[in-house]
């Protein structure tokens, strides 16, 4: 059997005082300031009020001769230091002893130090040690599982005596012997943990050597095996259980120290008020103390001062100069530091031996005389010829970016009107003070193309300017591009460009600030939660096909947008559509019904079509709008949606409705609150997106039958063999469906062309 001395348990059930949320006060003057030759700095001490709840100590004078200070029942204290936020005990039977009886295998518990109080095991400066011959010994986890924390094995060799094993082999220079397998090992242990078990096993089936060397298992200060092996590992020494030598521990202590409840979560730390903290000098800090199984916090003197950081004015200013090496010159002691400068007459060092050096005052008064009058002349030279620099090169870089940015360009196309001209063109210096010089705090917004900020106008106008990331000439071309069609618009459902500025690297667009975010925001970020009603829906929908269809027939060039989506669509604080982005924006001549361009778009929301063609038309924006209205139905994601047959929303959409079943993908708000009108906008949604580009109705088609819905639901004129009419669906069977859908989701799985 094992037999197990567990004095460490006592330590943790002794000293665990209740813990207070008021700080305690100051020692009182009676309470007394050492015991036993141990200094007593608060916040220990020895009776009652003369310490932190928790760190009441033990003057045993039971004994005889000089009193003991203990911590606990068992534990003797021989130093405390606050710096180190450390005590130093001795447990004269502070180990695991192993008798023999039944056989050398066998495993045991060990208390260790409970889950309360200040104290834990110092990992730094303790050692599992083990001593015998062919022995391993395990520290293991009382948690389940028998988890291995710690351990390591003993050995003696069968054909030498084990004495002369450890004092030749294993010994050092000056003859004290190295704990380092033979005959004894050490390992570090573990911090924080309340108990462990111990298991122990012989390495030796036939025990031979069991008796040659004592079997037993410690946990030690670092080092102590150095001066203790000689009594230990000698049969002469008469060592017995009952004599067995003492064992020095160091114990880390914190302030508030609490069991950690969740792992890595510090449970305790340094009070946000300062008056509950055990830190009372003005010149102390506090240190949070966590690991994995306790957290607490201590007490730190700042760097330059010295004392007890647990007492008010505990911790006093360092006189630097009085430390021998700190100043070989002349010294002024300072509250936390210390000035360190040479003597009158003398230059270089002061901080190392011989480093000040004298030098002649005349001539060093001349060099600093003539020096400091030179300097002065090239600094003043410097300023002037750095300012001009500045000032020509900010010009010359003004008049290149103006180039760069195609400044002629944007000024031929608004050179009709004088005052669009003087409008448009906003100089660099008024958006830098709108932005207080473009301060992060501004941001409002951004993505893979540039990031936006919102800004307030001299004239109190507050706009969001938009800044590109990266001066490539493809996004300087879109710039232009979209300042040349903004300008040219003026509609209550597109965003309004106020101007621009060409005068940087990179071009800076001035645009009125919607409020309330974008459609992508309300119908995705806030999932799953409530979103916009049926009628800001239809609405919105309403407002960004009136917006569009302007664009197609209203102006004096029909304008494709190219790029419908929600995250484009923005929302004022009215929730009024805001159409915007027009940087992939093209204008198709009058006399023109398609134009050839490079493709261009968003994933989900691209007419396949256009795709596979290149070939631009009004209708793509068709396509593009049907597919956001199947988003607002749905509030689902199209460039990401997958249903379960690897179907895109389109395919998906089309074929719920086909088979009677367009409740399995409808937003249950949307069904909760749209009535028919629900069904009447999915059959729309699905002309929009029809593979036959001219059976697809015209913007202002969607417009007018968006706008009626609620009253007489007059529709477009719709063409009877192509367009289905759900939830009977005629004209189009499911294969012609599938095979529509397949070349969506052909483009979606083959496009090499992201925006």
């Known amino acids: 059997m094992i037999s197990l001395t567990a004095l460490l348990l006592q330590l943790c059930l002794t000293t665990a005082a209740a813990q207070v949320t008021a700080g305690a006060g100051p020692p009182a003057p009676r309470c007394p300031t050492s015991c036993g030759g141990v200094s007593l700095p608060y916040p220990f001490g020895v009776g009652d009020g003369c310490s932190w709840p928790g760190f009441s100590l033990i003057c ?78 395990t520290l293991v986890g009382d948690g389940g599982g ?40 050490q390992t570090p242990i573990p911090i924080g943990r309340p108990s462990y078990r111990v298991e122990i096993k012989s390495l030796d ?81 506090c240190r949070n103390v966590s690991g994995n199984y306790r957290s607490g916090y201590v007490c730190r003197c700042q760097d330059g001062y010295q004392g007890n950081p647990y007492i008010t004015d505990g911790c006093q200013d360092i006189d630097e100069c009085a430390l021998p090496g700190m100043c070989f010159g002349e010294c002024t002691n300072t509250a936390g530091g210390h000035l360190c400068r ?81 409008r448009m063109i906003i100089p660099l210096m008024e958006l830098e003070k709108a932005t207080n010089s473009f301060d992060k705090a501004r941001e409002i917004g951004g993505g893979g193309h540039g990031t936006v900020y919102k800004g307030i106008m001299s004239d109190l106008h507050v706009v969001a300017i938009k800044k590109s990331k990266v001066a490539i000439q493809r996004e300087i071309d879109e710039f232009i591009n979209e300042v040349a069609i903004l300008s040219q618009i003026n509609h209550r459902n597109v965003v309004k460009l106020f101007g621009c500025c060409l005068e940087t690297e990179v071009p800076l667009l001035v645009y009125e600030f919607i409020s309330n975010g974008t459609l992508y925001h ?5 999932e799953p939660g409530p979103s916009l009603t049926w009628e800001n829906r239809l609405r919105i929908a309403t407002e960004t096909a009136r917006a569009l269809a302007y664009l197609h027939s209203a102006v004096s060039f029909p304008i494709v947008h190219r790029d419908i989506k929600s995250q484009n669509i923005l929302l004022d604080g009215t929730l009024i559509a805001k159409v915007s982005d027009f940087g992939a924006s093209r204008c198709i001549p009058i006399d023109q019904t398609e134009t050839a361009t490079a493709i261009q ?149 083959s496009s090499r062309y992201p925006r």
């Not at 936020?85 to 180990?95: E, F, H, K, L, N």
């Not at 004495?163 to 294993?170: I, L």
């Not at 480093?355 to 003043?380: P, T």
């Not at 477009?716 to 095979?739: A, C, I, L, Q, W």
Request: proline share 4%.
């Open 205 to 285: 089936s036939t025990n031979e050597y069991a008796g040659r060397l004592p079997v037993a298992v410690r946990i030690a200060e670092r080092g102590w095996f150095d001066g203790a092996s000689a009594a230990l590992l000698n049969d002469s020494a008469g060592y017995s259980p009952t004599r067995r030598p003492a064992v020095p521990v160091v114990l880390d202590f914190a302030v508030d120290s609490k069991p950690v409840v969740l792992p890595g979560v510090a449970t305790s730390g340094c009070p946000v008020d300062a008056r509950r903290s055990a830190c009372r000098s003005s010149n102390a800090s």
């Open 601 to 749: 778009g968003t994933f989900g929301y691209l007419d396949p079509l256009y795709f596979y063609s290149g070939q631009l038309t009004e209708k793509s924006d068709v396509y593009s709008f049907g597919v956001l209205l199947m988003e607002l139905l749905t509030r689902k994601k199209p460039c990401s949606y997958r249903s379960s047959k690897e179907e895109t929303l389109v395919a998906y959409f089309t074929a719920s409705l086909a088979a009677g079943k367009l409740v399995r993908v409808l937003d249950p708000q949307v069904m909760e609150e749209g009535g028919k009108e629900v069904e009447e906008v999915a059959v729309l949604a699905i002309a929009c997106v029809g593979i036959e580009v001219d059976h697809r109705p015209t913007m202002r088609q969607v417009e007018m039958t968006l706008e009626n819905l609620g009253a007489s639901h007059a529709s477009f004129v719709m063409h009877d063999t192509d367009v289905p009419k759900y939830p009977v669906v005629e004209g189009m069977n499911m294969e012609e469906t599938s095979r529509q859908y397949s070349l969506e989701a052909e483009y979606l799985l």
């Open 342 to 422: 040479c003597l009158r007459g003398a230059q270089g060092d002061p901080r190392i031996r011989n480093g000040c050096i004298k030098s002649s005052l005349g001539l060093s008064v001349g060099i600093g005389v003539g020096s400091g009058a030179g300097l002065l002349l090239m600094v003043l030279g410097a300023i002037l010829v750095t300012r001009k620099m500045k000032q020509r090169r900010e010009k010359m870089l003004k008049k290149r970016f103006f180039k760069q940015n195609r400044g002629h360009l944007l000024q031929s196309l608004v050179s009709q009107k004088a005052d669009i001209a003087e």
């Open 522 to 526: 309300h119908l995705h970020v806030q």
């Open 146 to 185: 028998g988890n291995v924390i710690s351990g390591c094995s003993s050995f003696c060799s069968i054909n030498d005596k084990w004495t002369g094993a450890v004092t030749s082999s294993s010994s050092t220079g000056d003859g004290a012997a190295r704990c380092s397998g033979i005959g004894c090992c």
């Open 60 to 137: 045993d004078r039971t004994r005889g001769g000089q009193p003991r200070l203990l911590v606990g029942s068992g534990l003797q204290v021989l130093d405390i230091s606050l710096d180190n936020s450390t005590v130093r005990v001795v447990d004269s039977a502070g180990q695991v002893s192993l008798t023999f009886s039944g056989g050398l295998d066998g495993n045991g518990s060990w208390g260790g130090l409970g889950a309360g109080g200040p104290y834990v095991l110092s990992e730094a400066r303790n050692q599992f040690v083990v001593t015998g011959c062919n022995v391993q010994a």
